[in-house]
């Protein structure tokens, strides 16, 4: 049994809760845990490591004197270094500063070299893309490739009977040959198949070559259901088979997708196959306009419904090599990089609706919606959230690590740091711009459709 899979069986609100807890743990532990172990490795003492704020449930002090400490509100978390006025680090604590040795000054944030103070600062973020790497190589890894030719690995429940075979290796579909599942032109050569409900296929069976019928090789099967969407809402069901819109049958996912763009967001009567499920299911649904990132850049908003379609057969895999796995893991991590970068570009022109900015019930509902979708689409959804908190930390504003970031690239060309008031004014404006953001995500979160 996948245990994530059962959380939100437990109660909406408060499983909702708990997956956005666990996931925003996770990234806050390594992300500060990447300040604390290079701000070691430099030589700059960490006095407390607390996950959460407030009071204090459980702590202990370790052999360095770092107080390691769980307190009692889980959102968030800090390493108080020595000398610190505050768990932000910014500013010193004059009385403490005046009490410490000029050896003890060294392993404070005040009185280390501009190099430790920068290589500690920029660990946060780095140990959060970091963590995303490691999570979407993982991933990738338990997922394999598929093996060459296609080959059959599972079957799609179906709502009749289908005539591949586990092991089968599919030659050709349509009259057509089948291409390399990782060729670009395999999603074209899917579009080009006869529009058929069955099609005859070759597969070469226990090393001979078998024609047979079998259904359209992309039914309107869903494989995954996108969070905050109309599919969702409706508690349609990873494995559910859509058999028809409006009262015409469909069988192949082309013909759902343009049912739904040519409804033009009125409301969509389906029928819905369910595995085990005696009598065929009916839903109400309303396509919610939707901006997509395009291949060569930019958005383009399409209506949908929130599902990803699935193939009529699972390919069976093998093992990537590291390497493979591991490129794919840091090329996830940067597309997910620039597509932030790029969705925000396009809120701040006015290209894209600013509703694409979720804050913190956002963030909660999806988190409970990729836990209910198993372990593999939370662990998923915990590398894409430690990526968007690493880069929003390297945002130049006073408060965030990019702010201390450009303050050392000031005191790195000028030869000394900001005056103490400019400083407290910049912490000012960045603090003012933080809550506004997270006030506008709010706002968001509970007015957006």
């Not at 000028?414 to 995500?441: D, H, Q, W």
């Amino acid at each position: 049994m996948d245990f994530i899979s059962q959380i939100p069986a437990f109660g909406g609100m408060l499983s909702t809760l708990l997956a956005f807890v666990v996931a925003l743990s996770v990234i806050v532990a390594v992300h500060e845990y990447g300040h604390y172990i290079v701000g070691r490795w430099s030589g700059i003492h960490a006095e407390v490591f607390s996950l959460g704020f407030g009071p204090v449930l459980f702590s202990r002090v370790d052999k360095r004197g770092t107080r390691w400490q769980l307190a009692a509100l889980p959102f968030g978390g800090y390493v108080k270094f020595l000398g610190d006025s505050n768990a932000a680090s910014v500013g010193s604590d004059g009385e403490a500063i005046k009490a410490i040795t000029p050896e003890e000054l060294r392993h404070t944030m005040l009185g280390a070299p501009l190099w430790a103070r920068t290589a500690t600062v920029a660990a946060g973020p780095v140990f959060n893309f970091l963590l995303s790497i490691t999570l979407f190589t993982v991933i990738g890894f338990t997922n394999g490739v598929v093996k060459e030719p296609l080959t059959v690995g599972a079957l799609q429940p179906m709502p009749q009977a289908v005539a591949l075979l586990p092991g089968d290796e599919i030659v050709s579909i349509g009259g057509q040959d089948v291409p390399s599942f990782d060729d670009p032109d395999f999603g074209d050569f899917l579009d080009n198949l006869p529009l058929e409900r069955e099609l005859d296929y070759v597969v070469r069976r226990d090393g001979g070559m078998v024609d047979l019928r079998a259904p359209y090789p992309m039914p309107a099967a869903i494989r995954q259901l996108a969070p905050q969407s109309a599919a969702y809402d409706i508690d349609l069901k990873v494995g559910d088979v859509i058999t028809g819109v409006d009262g015409q049958p469909v069988f192949a996912f082309g013909q759902l997708k343009d049912a739904v763009e040519a409804a033009n967001g009125k409301p969509l009567s389906l029928t819905v196959w369910r595995e085990g499920v005696e009598a065929p299911l009916e839903f109400v649904l309303a396509p919610r306009r939707v901006d997509e990132p395009k291949p060569g850049g930019g958005f383009e908003t399409n209506w949908r419904i929130g599902i990803v379609g699935a193939l009529l057969v699972e390919p069976a895999t093998e093992l990537p090599s590291i390497g493979s796995a591991l490129s794919n893991g840091v090329m996830v991590t940067w597309e997910i990089v620039v597509s932030s970068l790029s969705g925000l570009y396009h809120m701040v022109i006015g290209a894209i609706s600013t509703c694409n900015m979720s804050g913190p019930l956002g963030i909660a509902e999806v988190s409970g919606a990729m836990a209910s979708q198993g372990t593999q689409s939370f662990v998923y959804f915990i590398g894409v959230l430690s990526t968007a908190v690493g880069l929003l930390n390297l945002f130049p504003i006073p408060v965030l690590d990019g702010g201390h970031l450009v303050f050392f690239g000031y005191e790195a060309v000028s030869g000394r740091p900001p005056s103490e008031k400019a400083m407290n004014i910049l912490m000012r404006v960045g603090l003012t711009l933080i809550l506004g953001m997270m006030l506008f995500a709010l706002f968001n979160d509970i007015f957006c459709p």
